[in-house]
Structure formats: C-alpha cells, structure tokens
DNA sequence: AAGCGTCTCCCCCGTGCGGGGGAGATCCGC
DNA sequence: GCGGATCTCCCCCGCACGGGGGAGACGCTT
C-alpha cells in the first residue's frame, strides 16, 4: 500500500484522558500522512465535533463518563451522513466489547497498548477502507454486520434545530421546563419536546448529562 | 513559586504503555523547565537507568508487567543513593494504590486521568522537595470549596465536605444517585443526604444547577 | 400537490429526584 | 465527659422529569 501523494488523513481524537489523547496526537502526527484535527473528552461531545471537523478517522475510547465509545460509534453512525472511519480504542482484550464495537459498526479495534507502528498502521488501514479487527477469529463477525452504513443515514441534515439549541442553552442556565416554557413563551409539553428530542441527539439520559455534554462539548462555555 | 533561572528538572518516565510515555513527554517537554531524560517499559528496569541518567524525578506506572511501580520504588529507594523523587501514576484513584505507593516512599500521586496543567504541576511540585499526596483533583475541591459561597441562602458557611465534593465531582460526571450510590458503596438514601446538603451550600435548586455551578466555578473543567 | 422538517400542543404513566423530618455511629476538640 | 461535625441510613411525600405515543399548522423543497 502506497500513501506517497495522497491528501493526509484527518483524525478525531476521543478520549477522557488528557494523557493518552497527547500520546496519540503524538504517535499519530509524527507521520507526514496523518494530521490530528480535533479532540473530544466524551462521546457526547464528538457528533457536532464531527459534524464540524468531518475527519476521515475517530480514535474512539470505550470506557468514557458520559457516552461511552460503544454508544458513541452508534450514535456517530447514525446520525452523520457520509460518516468517518470509527477505530474502537480499549485497555485490555475484552471479546465483549469487540463484539459490541462491531455490533455498533465498527471498522477497527485497537488496543492502547499497541506499539505506535501499529496505531499508526491502524490508522492508515481504517482510512483506505480496509477494517481492522485484532482477534483473527473476530474477522468472521465482521461479515455479518459488514451492510450497516448505508441503512441508517440520515435522519435530519443537522444536529440540533435552532429551538433546540436554544432550550440546550436555557438548560444549561439551570431553568426548569417550566421557567423554559415562560422565557419562551411555549407551553410546557412544547419545552418537554424540544428536551426529549434534545436528549436523544446528544445520547444524554437526563437534563444533567445533555448539560455536562454542552460544557464539554464548548457548546456553553463556563466564565 | 518561581521557576525562573532554575535549572531544568529531569525526568524518567517508567510506564509499560508507549501512549502513555508518549503523553506524558507530549505533556512535559512543552515546558521550558521540564526535561524527559529517558524512558523505562518496566520497573526492573528502572534502577540501572536511574544510575546512569540521575532524573530528579521519576514518573511510575503502578500496573506493569514484570514489576510493578510499588515494588521499583522501594527498590530505587532502598538500592539508590541520593534517590530521585517518585511520583507514582495510576488509573483509577484506588485508596489501597495511594497507601501502599505512600509506605514504599513515594512523593506523590497521580491520575492518568488529570489534565496536563496538573501533570505538569506535580512534576515541579515534587521535585521542589514538596508532598502531593491526594488526587490534585480532590485536593483542589477542599480549598476551592472551603472558603467562598460565603453569601447566600446557605448558612452553614462551612463550605462543602469531603464526601460532599466527591459526591458533586460524580453528579458532574452525569452519574444517578443509584449510580454514585454503586460507586461510593453506600446506599441510595446516603447519597440523596450528600446530594441534598450540596444543593442546599450551593443555593442549588436540582442537581443540574450544582453542575453548573461545579463547571462555572472552576470545580470541575471541560476537556 | 406531495413530502419533509420544524414547532407547537396533547394524552398517559412510571420513577427519579428533592424536601422534611429523624436517628445511630464514629471521631475530634473543648 | 460533652458537644459538634461528619457519615451513614431510614421514613413519608409531592412533583418535575422523561418516555411513549399522537396530531395539527406552517414553510420549505421537489
């Protein structure tokens, strides 16, 4: 496989880790072909980021506070058309989690453990389309969920409507539905849409977590 | 603290993950003051390195294949003369991690998870000859908390404790109270008490107010 | 004209949340 | 010893919240 002359590949960040995100930047932008376009520190946060970025790769962690890289991939997948490349990043050999990853859709899985070379080659391998499935004797999974990614496409062009974000930007100033419906001049089952459709774009389970998304996402930003 | 005009303080970082030692250099040579003089995978390899490159300080992963970073650093300790001083890293902020890496000699300890100003800080901290015992995380909260939100519905003016900011540093994770209730090992009716007294120091009307107020204040960051 | 998306509002219903009490155990300082 | 603080757990109770449905009105593109 040759890359000489190619446009680099872009690649999405996502872990809580402040650490292990450096030390893939590092690894990763050590290579001509590969640029870093963008971190996230939860999967609640990479569905705008990609929306944004429309990198070509998701170094994804599983195990994250609010959406894990499970739910994330999903999410991802669904709700972002012409999606990148999603690589699952995990500490240790769980078969369940590459199962889920792959279940979730999946092109690559990737221990953190791995020597640079190989997360590099990941990398490269996921971008040109190639997937990436560490136990040989997952491959065979592969082919049964190969035909996911055409179906789901697609549900809005975008991620939150205007109103939407605008009660996001009201929950995230503490305000009840009801002090919502008042500043909106709505009733509230209208406001109790607009959270639930909220809710469910941002894979939040309650107002708190859509909340913490928006921080960390810098949809809402503290000071 | 004044850090100019210093001589650069020297580091080994000792972690079996090439990520993690890849971070932490990211991390640390982003500093004029700071210099990584070299690396380990394992702690038996630690003490001939610690010989020839006389770090100031040593970074040491706790879980590592062959030994592991408790067993290196009494072994730097007790075989070393003019020992370097040890900061000991870990994943999760295991009680029993802390007690044992403070009895076999460490200076201080640290998450995996902190963000890298705190990395960063640690370093100089303890080779200025200084301690840092707990999670900077949690030590930040207490003085964070102890003193400010004076004004106010709140009339303990105590601040918040402990327990009290462990509980707020979950609930701006996203968690339920039968979730932090799991994660505390205690009952759900404890932590509704905890949840309650927050609220009431915050002059927080839910819980989604007190995270708010945990970002707002600088108690919690995003990214 | 048809279709889609958005915004609006409505129903039922379960439950997690938070308020308002109280109480025992431990530790610490006076 | 005694009081205070903290952590733990318990009761009852009201309600805001969120999920599951559905539906009408408007504006847009096709």
Redesign the interface.
């Known amino acids: 496989m040759i890359y000489a002359g190619r446009m680099p590949v872009t690649v999405l960040l996502v872990d809580?880790?402040?650490?292990?995100?450096?030390?893939?930047?590092?690894?990763l932008e050590a290579q001509p072909d590969i640029q870093v376009v963008g971190?996230a520190?939860d999967g609640a946060a990479v569905i705008p980021l990609v929306r944004r970025l429309r990198p070509d790769v998701v170094a994804m962690d599983v195990r994250m506070?609010?959406m894990d890289g499970i739910e994330a991939t999903r999410a991802v997948l669904r709700t972002v058309d012409a999606p990148p490349k999603i690589i699952v990043v995990t500490t240790f050999e769980d078969d369940e989690f590459v199962y889920e990853a792959l279940r979730a859709g999946a092109d690559g899985f990737l221990l953190?453990?791995?020597?640079?070379a190989e997360?590099v080659h990941a990398v490269r391998l996921v971008a040109d389309g190639e997937s990436l499935l560490f136990p040989a004797s997952v491959r065979r999974l592969a082919a049964r969920f190969g035909e996911r990614r055409t179906a789901g496409a697609a549900l809005t062009g975008a991620g939150l409507t205007e109103r939407e974000a605008e009660v996001l930007r009201l929950?995230?100033?503490?305000l009840?539905n009801a002090e919502i419906a008042a500043r909106l001049v709505v009733g509230t089952e209208t406001v109790k849409s607009h959270v639930s459709a909220v809710l469910a774009k941002l894979g939040?389970?309650?107002?708190?977590?859509a909340?913490?998304a928006a921080?960390?996402s810098?949809f809402v930003?503290?000071?």
Do not use: F, H, N
């Open positions: 809580d880790e402040p650490l292990v995100r450096a030390g893939l930047r590092a690894v971190e520190a506070p609010l953190k453990r791995s020597r640079p997360i929950m995230a100033r503490g009840s939040a389970r309650d107002r708190t977590q909340v913490i921080y960390e810098g930003a503290p000071g």
